[in-house]
Nanobody
């Protein structure tokens, strides 16, 4: 199974980005999935999750700004990020929303300038 996150980039504070996570195999269509991020010097943290049925949960730091969604037919999970803040700067990854995790992909860098 491979997970490929994409869509990151450099954006000014207040801007938006949409991340995509494409998965080989069926992982993204039969599992609850999560978006994680890891800032320099910090541990990786779960910021958003979505069940197969579409129920979503968010960390307080991104609630009301980020929206997670999925397309099971395309085996893809998305993260719409709005009202971005400099503290959102990190490498973003997708994976199952809980262990056991599959091998982590390289992630996609999001940099928010002030």
């Amino acid at each position: 199974v491979q997970l490929q996150a994409s869509g990151g980039g450099l954006v000014q504070a207040g801007g938006s980005l949409r991340l995509s996570c494409a998965a080989s195999g069926n992982i993204a269509s039969v599992n609850s999935m999560g978006w994680y991020r890891q800032a320099p010097g910090k541990q990786r943290e779960l910021v958003a999750a979505i069940t197969v049925a579409g129920t979503t949960t968010y960390d307080d730091s991104v609630k009301d700004r980020f929206i997670v969604s999925r397309d099971n037919a395309r085996k893809t999970v998305y993260l719409q990020m709005n009202s971005l803040k400099p503290e959102d700067t990190a490498v973003y990854y997708c994976n199952r929303d809980r262990p056991p995790f599959v091998i982590w992909g390289r992630g996609t860098q999001v940099t928010v300038s002030s």
